[in-house]
Nanobody, 116 residues
Framework: QVQLAESGGGLVQAGGSLRLSCTAS????????MGWYRQAPGKQREMVAT???????SYADSVKGRFTISRDNVKNTVSLQMSSLKPEDTAVYYC??????????WGKGTLVTVSS
């Protein structure tokens, strides 16, 4: 069972940037999909970005062109570079390791607050 730890959240002004990192307790080399999800207050958790073991990326429409996900199978990390942040990006961001449609592991989350 992989354990995931997120870091890098904080308070930033609209238009600013943040970089989130997720460190896994073991190798992520064989994990099919790593990703970032977020949950804003009063809303459901939503996918932000994912990256497969083959480095294929996918993004929510709301973050395309502003966020970039990357995966380092040597350091066992997944990062999310966030730019041009908007107040609506405010949420708790979760790292996930998905093995199958029914099996995924989640970190505890890191809070990102974007002030207007």
């Amino acid at each position: 069972q992989v354990q995931l730890a997120e870091s890098g959240g904080g308070l930033v002004q609209a238009g600013g940037s943040l970089r989130l990192s997720c460190t896994a307790s073991g190798s992520i080399f064989s994990i099919p999909t790593m990703g970032w999800y977020r949950q804003a207050p009063g809303k459901q958790r939503e996918m932000v970005a994912t990256v497969t073991s083959g480095a294929v990326t996918s993004y929510a429409d709301s973050v395309k062109g502003r966020f970039t996900i990357s995966r380092d199978n040597v350091k066992n990390t997944v990062s999310l570079q966030m730019s041009s942040l908007k107040p609506e990006d405010t949420a708790v961001y979760y790292c996930t390791a998905r093995y199958t449609a029914d099996m995924a592991y989640w970190g505890k989350g890191t809070l990102v607050t974007v002030s207007s």
